[in-house]
């Protein structure tokens, strides 16, 4: 049976032979990416370039898809690859375990891609992202910030200028507006004002870009918001694909 029968027939066997063939890049495979990956691997994506430098901690396990007490200091772009293969054995998947930066994205970004996911946490990373992405005219989703709320009802889909409320898009925003960029970057965001009031433990902090000269405290998260941003984004994609 064709694993993506069920698929087909609700999209057809014309948007389906679209799927197949694009080439999808996934930024950032923690809470909201590794969402996404699934879902773009079960629609059947077939070409799939997924990047990340940072292995799983404890912390990760209440909204991280590859986050189990048995993956905990493992790579996450080698458990993405696993379980890709395991949903889709004939995905070919690139993987790369590389922090995002100017540098890096040299070898990272290729004109043949149709869709760039970012799914990045850093900031600096983000924006580095998008603007090399737009250089090369490929298509974005960018996930605003998921940490700190709790109601699926106020996550929205816009085009980056049509952002509100939420804090990192503004600062994503005001970063893209000093390098030319106003529009054109479809973003996954939510509405809801972040929360976090609650002190946290310094032992529970756990911090993957501490190494990269990028510490900041750790934001609050339930498992539903990521989940949602992730699965919503790779809705997104694919409808850039079959448009």
């Known amino acids: 049976m064709d694993l993506f029968a069920r698929t087909t027939q609700l999209l057809?066997?014309?948007n389906m032979e679209k799927i197949k063939k694009a080439k999808v890049a996934v930024f950032g495979l923690g809470a909201v990416g590794s969402f996404a990956i699934e879902a773009l691997a079960r629609t059947g994506v077939s070409n799939l370039i997924l990047i990340d430098f940072d292995t799983i901690d404890a912390s990760n396990i209440n909204r991280q898809l590859f986050a189990l007490n048995s993956t905990i200091g493992r790579k996450k772009a080698d458990l993405a690859l696993g379980r890709i293969k395991d949903i889709n054995?004939?995905?070919?998947?690139?993987?790369?375990?590389?922090?995002?930066n100017a540098e890096s994205l040299r070898d990272l970004l290729h004109e043949d891609i149709d869709v760039v996911v970012d799914a990045i946490d850093g900031l600096n990373s983000k924006v580095n992202l998008?603007?090399?992405?737009?250089?090369?005219?490929?298509?974005?989703?960018?996930?605003?910030?998921?940490?700190?709320?709790?109601?699926?009802?106020?996550?929205?889909?816009?085009?980056?200028s049509e952002t509100q409320v939420c804090p990192l898009a503004r600062v994503v925003r005001q970063r893209l507006h000093?390098?030319?960029?106003y529009k054109g970057i479809r973003a996954v965001y939510s509405i809801e004002k972040p929360l976090n009031k609650q002190p946290y433990y310094a032992e529970d902090a756990v911090d993957p870009l501490s190494d990269h000269g990028?510490?900041?405290?750790?934001?609050?998260?339930v498992s539903w918001i990521p989940g949602v941003f992730g699965l919503t984004m790779a809705s997104e994609a694919i409808n850039i694909i079959t448009l």
């Open 178 to 181: 000093r390098r030319g960029i």
């Open 130 to 160: 998008i603007v090399e992405a737009k250089k090369m005219n490929l298509e974005v989703v960018s996930s605003m910030g998921a940490a700190g709320r709790t109601d699926i009802s106020m996550i929205r889909t816009g085009d980056i």
């Open 214 to 221: 990028r510490s900041r405290p750790p934001i609050g998260s």
């Open 12 to 14: 057809g066997a014309v």
């Open 89 to 100: 054995p004939g995905c070919n998947i690139k993987i790369y375990n590389s922090f995002i």
